[in-house]
């Protein structure tokens, strides 16, 4: 079987030991040779010097990174400022999203991906990578099945070159979409997004937030840990790595994990898998 790719994304931390543990999860993670790291953008921009921060800082390291990105409140000028610096910086990737309006920021018109894929190409032709975001389980404000399938085929024809998945642990879903992006015409790859388990309170919380499904079995399981993290984390490890053997057998062109900055996790599922 091919070594799939891999690629680990971060949240900009918040604080100067939030950077700290960010930069040596970094640092262990790259022994694995990634194809890039990535860095989240909050939703309606409020993480953006942030998220350019630490872009910048592992760029300046001399790693491959890819700033999320979305209009969020911000005018195109502004957008196209940010996606200037990064170019003029030497950063070839990104990841382009519509994101979502934080409550409290007003009603802006949410701009979806697709245009923000053809924007960045009109202005910036070939220079980046982009990569979009995509939802076997489907996404919470999709029409239907068939037309979240259809946007993302827009997000291709706009010129994305690869989507990555919302997280999911149910394999099923992951190839039963492929099967329909096919149908669909959609040749480019679709890379699984690997949430690893390490707390189960913040992964019901999120998965009830982006509209990822918990398995009822595993949701159980879960919840028998109780107070035992250490249990906890090591049948997430053995679930997740199991997901991903599934995911690898049947075809899955690589795998992005949600680091939640730390390597750990992580790193156990991919020694697992035997990448290291
Ligand atoms: P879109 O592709 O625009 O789709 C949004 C919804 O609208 C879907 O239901 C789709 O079917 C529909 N749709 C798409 N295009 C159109 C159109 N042109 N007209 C009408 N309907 C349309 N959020 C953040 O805030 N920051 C991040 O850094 C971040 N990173 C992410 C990374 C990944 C890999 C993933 C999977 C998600 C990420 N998200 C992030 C969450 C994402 O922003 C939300 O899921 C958001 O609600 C949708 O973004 P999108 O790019 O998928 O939107």
New binding site residues.
């Given amino acids: 079987m091919p070594t799939p790719k891999i690629s680990f994304?971060f949240f900009p931390p918040k604080t100067p030991e939030g950077r700290v543990k960010l930069l040596a999860a970094r640092d262990q993670l790259a022994a694995l040779k990634p194809e890039y790291f990535s860095v989240?953008?909050?939703?309606g921009g409020s993480t953006r010097d942030n998220t350019r921060d630490i872009v910048m800082q592992i760029h300046r390291d001399g790693y491959a990174v890819a700033p999320?990105l979305?209009f969020g409140g911000d005018s195109e000028q502004a957008v196209l400022e940010l996606i200037q610096s990064y170019k003029d910086a030497g950063i070839r990737h990104i990841?382009?999203?519509?994101?979502?309006m934080p409550s409290g920021m007003g009603i802006h018109k949410?701009v979806?991906?697709?245009?923000l894929v053809a924007l960045v190409r009109a202005h910036f032709g070939d220079h980046f990578q982009i990569?979009?975001?995509?939802?076997p389980e489907i996404?919470?404000?999709?029409?239907s099945y068939q037309?979240?399938v259809y946007?993302?085929g827009?997000?291709f024809r706009a010129g994305a070159d690869c989507a990555?998945?919302?997280y999911f642990y149910n394999a099923d879903a992951y190839f039963y979409f492929m099967e329909q992006c096919a149908q669909a015409g959609i040749d480019k790859p679709v890379i699984p997004?690997i949430m690893p388990i390490t707390n189960f309170q913040n992964l019901v919380r999120f998965s009830d937030a982006?509209g990822a499904d918990i398995p009822r079995w595993l949701r159980q399981k879960m919840n028998g840990f109780g107070a035992d993290s250490d249990g906890l984390k090591a049948f997430g490890e053995e679930v997740v790595s199991r997901l991903c053997e599934k995911l690898r057998a049947g075809g899955a062109p690589g795998f992005?994990f949600y680091t939640m900055n730390q390597a750990e996790p992580t790193l156990g599922i991919l020694t697992n898998l035997g990448i290291q």
């Fill in positions: 994304e989240t953008y909050g939703a999320h979305s990841v382009a999203l519509r994101g979502d949410l979806n991906a697709n245009e990569k979009v975001a995509a939802y996404h919470p404000d999709a029409e037309k979240d946007w993302l827009e997000k990555i998945t919302q997004g982006c992005h």
